[in-house]
């Protein structure tokens, strides 16, 4: 070969290798791709319905659908508790540019503190942008037109639809209706079954927690499509329509509630009305009070703070959560238990001297030199001290315990609100059990006239007056006007509860409540003084510091022959029962009996023998117990 | 004359294969962003760059590319400049310094690069005489291919630089390395891995080791991955439809009109789409390796073997990276992602084979 053939050779052989080469890559070329179709193919056709699924869950999101809650009406049907719409001045925090320039012109426009603002939009810093920044809630309009004006100043800034909780008459029916908010971890905690999730709007206390299941209605959802950072995007799928809360009727009588809270005015105290035969309650009120319409919003820390650390407690339910010794009103169940137990009949007399002698210590009446000879009927009109005294002695503390119970003193009434206490019973037992020492004899010296060991709320006491108010039966207060009612005969007889209400009239007529008088209708009642402090014995309540004066009782109802509306009324430090809470009573009685009583502007003849007559009565009684 | 001849020779099979892909790439790209305020019309500033792209290849076709291949060293060396100045002066997206702005419009040297890197290999091994690689032309090879995939890897964009392995390998394989050599570069690589391991970034262990492990971190690096998977699967058969894919147009997956562009296809047109777009790739490759077959010389054989190795491993990092099968790093797919200085440069690659191809009967 020569050196052109060889270089031929070499030049095929080259190119021999080269075409080989260029067929592995081919090859390889071949395979990859083979490769990835049968990726593609595991992908899509094998595992394609499980990653479908997992598409579908990538995209679809529930979003919740508030219900609107249930509106509260009172037995008239006006609106107690409502929703309204409401805006929300927002921050949009998608696009933001320019926060501190915003968020300071709204500061300088609108008086929001700029500080506060910065931090709370820091403080959602990780949350999902598409969710704004409340700048402020329940905005009012004048401020929107100043925002609206501005246009060019606030391009972030956005006015948002909301639904809040509306209590139209606000502190007026506060603690009967209770407030809404959202619902804590707690009430997550206990309600598992999924009907609750954050941030749902829940009833706290009052009406709106016991019936929160009936007026919140059921949480409805709808299938919305959002992209990866969870924005909603396109069409949502309908999921479930939310159910709206229903309505709720309440026995309440707006009329009557105002006029109780604004008669309470300014003193600390509560009062309730109701129907002594069915256990309606007419009206329920506590006094400071607060506006429920302040929890609608997320509360300030400082408006949370002030009512938390106000020493009057606004918050607590004096109505049904308080306690008191009751004083002198308790001489009406002790009449019921001398007379059912035989201990005294309705002609059995006492001497009264102004004080006796009992276990070797003296117990005073109210009234010096004594009410000479009283029988029951006496004692009870005009509140004597020594007649209980030695009917306590005689019927012991089992006895007085026995109808104590009997008459609802120191048990659960069973009222449609949260928040009832039990009071402390007059018994042994519980003495035992509160201070480890055994009941003395001279212990129920002291619960004859309603002091010393027992405590109840005005709760418990309409509730034992209207059982001697409708001939002995016990009813279970309630505030929805379809909740179930329950009522208890009790074993008592008709004739000593018959005798008893005979005197309860004398005593407004005649006694120490004349106060609490009203024209043609006839009010039955018995006062009450619980005594703050040990001195008080014997010094007139009425002249005392108002810290120092004892809670003033008035418990009765009216018409006296037919009763339709029973109260149990108290003012702490209100000294007399029948000086401060009987003219409570009068007040909130002429607005029910408004109807049956000689109008006021027609007669002012009469209106001027009606507070002359209350006048006169009580300056010429010497001050009772 | 010369432009009816021009025409005549015109490869208009591999062409077409070419702008088909784009055209699928910019209906998905047309979807993928059709919900995306900042980013809708993204569609037809990618029609403008193929304009661009189609002229550029028209001038790569038309001068012969023996003329190419004497200005290889040249061009090389301009692309290895620019990557220089990419360094230097280049604008910085995502924490990459790749881009270099030349009035308003800014293009990746890198992409260029390729482009040059092929050209200039293919010249290097058409020009020697032997036809194994002796030690010393495969430290040529190693520079010429070397210095601008460094340069790259400095940037740091380590995607691009990983499109270079298929070349640097085809180089290899295609210049006829002695056993042994390759032996010892292997020895190399084995010992300087862990090396390389710790000089990687956090991320980049992280998305390498999502690879081995996908359930690693699924919000995280491995969310891409899954997402993707995701994407492709819920495709299934024949796919959701044309701009009803729920994951890539509802943002679900990110870079989805760039690097994650084969997902939406593969959402949208599901298996029966995905199948087309390999389909696709596999003819314009063939049509390369035609090229190679029928060239007249050994240059036009290596330009086209080159290109077309260039070509599949870009593309087989890409569709590795959707389906979950390679580690998330940035290399687009030719033809069909967003992205101009890309598209060019692919399509310039395109040019060579056609230029080959419309030149294989010696005149």
Redesign the interface.
């Known amino acids: 070969m020569d050196y052109r053939e060889r270089w031929e050779l070499k030049e095929y052989q080259n190119e021999q290798r080269l075409g080989s080469r260029a067929t592995l890559l081919h090859a390889v070329i071949v395979i990859v791709l083979a490769g990835f179709l049968g990726v593609f193919w595991y992908l899509q056709i094998v595992k394609g319905d499980e990653f479908a699924l997992l598409a579908e869950n990538n995209r679809l999101r529930r979003i919740a659908l508030p219900p609107t809650r249930g509106v509260v009406f009172d037995r008239r049907g006006e609106v107690l508790a409502s929703t309204r719409p409401a805006l929300n001045l927002v921050l949009v925090r998608d696009g933001l540019t320019d926060a501190e320039g915003q968020l300071k012109r709204l500061e300088s426009l609108l008086g929001i503190p700029y500080d506060g603002l910065k931090g709370r939009l820091k403080a959602m810093r990780g949350r999902p942008t598409f969710e704004p920044l409340v700048i402020r809630e329940d905005v009012q309009l004048a401020d929107i037109a100043k925002v609206e004006a501005r246009r060019e100043w606030f391009p972030s800034v956005e006015v948002e639809q909301t639904a809040l909780r509306d209590y139209p008459d606000g502190p007026a029916v506060a603690h009967a209706l209770g407030y809404v908010g959202e619902v804590n971890e707690a009430q997550l905690a206990k309600i598992a079954d999924g009907s609750l999730q954050q941030g749902d709007i829940v009833g706290k206390t009052g009406i709106e927690r016991e019936y929160d299941d009936v007026l919140r209605g059921r949480r409805g959802w709808k299938l919305q499509t959002v992209n990866s950072l969870g924005r909603p995007f396109g069409s949502s799928q309908p999921g479930r329509e939310p159910e709206d809360g229903r309505p709720l009727h309440l026995t309440i009588d707006k009329r009557l509630q105002r006029k109780l809270v604004e008669s309470l005015a300014d003193e600390v105290g509560s009062g309730i009305f109701m129907n002594p035969n069915t256990g309606e309650v007419l009206a329920l009120a506590s006094t400071p009070g607060y506006d429920p319409n302040v929890f609608t919003a997320p509360v300030s820390r400082t408006t949370w703070t002030a009512l938390i650390s106000d020493s009057r407690h606004p918050l607590n339910d004096r109505a049904i959560s308080s306690f008191y010794a009751p004083g002198s009103t308790f001489k009406v169940l002790m009449s019921i238990v001398g007379l059912e137990t035989g201990a005294i009949t309705p002609q059995t007399t006492v001497f009264c001297p102004g004080s006796v002698l009992i276990y070797n210590r003296r117990f005073m009446c109210w009234k010096q030199g004594g009410h000479g000879t009283v029988d029951v009927h006496k004692a009870l009109v005009h509140s004597c001290n020594v007649f209980y005294y030695l009917l306590g002695k005689k019927v012991g503390i089992d006895a007085i315990s026995k109808y104590a119970e009997m008459f609802g003193l120191g048990e659960l009434s069973g009222i449609d609100i949260p928040g009832e206490s039990r009071g402390i019973p007059p018994s042994a037992a519980w003495k035992q059990r509160l201070q480890k020492e055994p009941w003395y004899p001279g212990d129920t010296i002291s619960v004859s006239i309603g002091q010393g060991l027992l405590a109840v709320t005005p709760l418990q006491m309409v509730t034992m007056i209207s059982a001697v108010a409708n001939g002995g039966t016990l009813v279970r207060p309630h505030l929805a006007r379809d909740a179930k009612s329950e009522a208890t005969k009790l074993r008592v007889s008709a004739a000593s509860l018959a005798l008893i209400r005979d005197a309860l009239a004398d005593v407004v007529e005649e006694g120490t409540a004349t106060r609490a008088r009203l024209g043609p209708i006839l009010v039955a009642g018995k006062t009450g003084t619980a005594q703050v402090f040990k001195r008080s014995v014997g010094v007139d309540a009425d002249k005392q510091p108002k810290g120092e004066r004892d809670h003033a009782w008035f418990i009765g109802y009216a018409p006296a022959e037919n009763p339709e509306i029973a109260f149990a009324i108290v003012i702490e430090h209100g000294g007399h029962g029948g000086t401060t809470a009987a003219p409570v009573a009068r007040k909130v009685l002429e607005v029910f009996f408004e109807d049956r009583l000689p109008r006021k502007d027609a007669d002012p003849l009469l209106q001027a023998n009606l507070s002359a007559d209350a006048e006169t009565s009580s300056a010429a009684t010497p001050t009772p117990r | 004359m010369l432009r009816r001849r021009l025409l005549d020779r015109l490869d208009v099979p591999t062409i077409a294969a070419a702008f088909a892909l784009a055209a699928v790439g910019m209906t998905a790209i047309a979807s993928a962003t059709a ?1 995306q305020s900042a980013r809708a019309g993204l569609w037809k500033a990618q029609l403008a760059w193929l304009g661009i792209a189609a002229l550029a290849a028209v001038v790569v076709i038309a001068v012969d590319y023996h003329i190419w291949a004497e200005f290889s060293l040249s061009l090389h060396g301009v692309a290895v400049a620019l990557l220089i100045a990419v360094l230097l002066f280049g604008k910085e997206v995502g924490g990459n310094r790749s881009w270099l702005a030349v009035g308003p419009a800014t293009f990746q040297p890198s992409e260029l690069a390729k482009w040059t890197t092929c050209l200039a290999i293919a010249t290097f091994l058409a020009k020697r005489v032997h ?1 194994r690689l002796r030690f010393v032309q495969a430290l040529q090879l190693g520079a010429i291919i070397g210095v601008p995939m460094l340069l790259i890897a400095k940037q740091p964009d380590f995607g691009t630089a990983l499109t270079f392995v298929p070349i640097a390998l ?1 180089a290899v ?2 210049g ?1 390395l002695r056993w042994r050599v390759v032996a010892l570069a292997m020895c190399v690589v084995a010992i300087l891995a862990p090396f390389g391991w710790r000089h990687l970034k956090d991320y980049q262990k992280e998305r390498i080791l999502t690879v081995v492990d996908p359930g690693r971190d699924p919000s995280g690096i491995g969310y891409q991955v899954r ?1 993707s ?9 024949t796919g959701k439809g044309l701009f009803k894919g ?2 890539t147009r ?5 870079a989805q009109h760039t690097d994650f562009v084969l997902a939406v296809i ?1 959402e949208e047109l ?2 029966i789409g ?2 087309g777009v ?1 389909a696709m ?2 003819y314009l ?2 049509r390369g ?1 035609l090229a ?2 029928s060239s007249q010389d ?1 240059l036009g ?1 290596y330009l086209s ?1 080159l290109v ?2 260039w070509l ?1 491993g870009q593309a ?1 990092i890409n ?2 990276m959707v ?1 979950g ?1 390679m580690p998330t790093i940035g290399v687009p797919l030719p033809f069909v992602s967003y992205g101009g200085t890309a598209l060019i440069s692919v399509m310039c690659g395109v040019g060579l084979i056609a230029n080959v191809r419309g030149r294989r009967f010696v005149n």
């Open positions: 919900e036809d085809a394989l295609l006829g997402q998977k995701i994407a492709v699967g819920s495709g299934q058969l729920t994951q509802l943002n679900f997956l990110p593969a599901g298996f995905a199948a390999l790739f596999y490759l063939y390796l190679a077959r050994k054989t073997l077309v190795s599949a087989a569709i590795g389906l099968l």
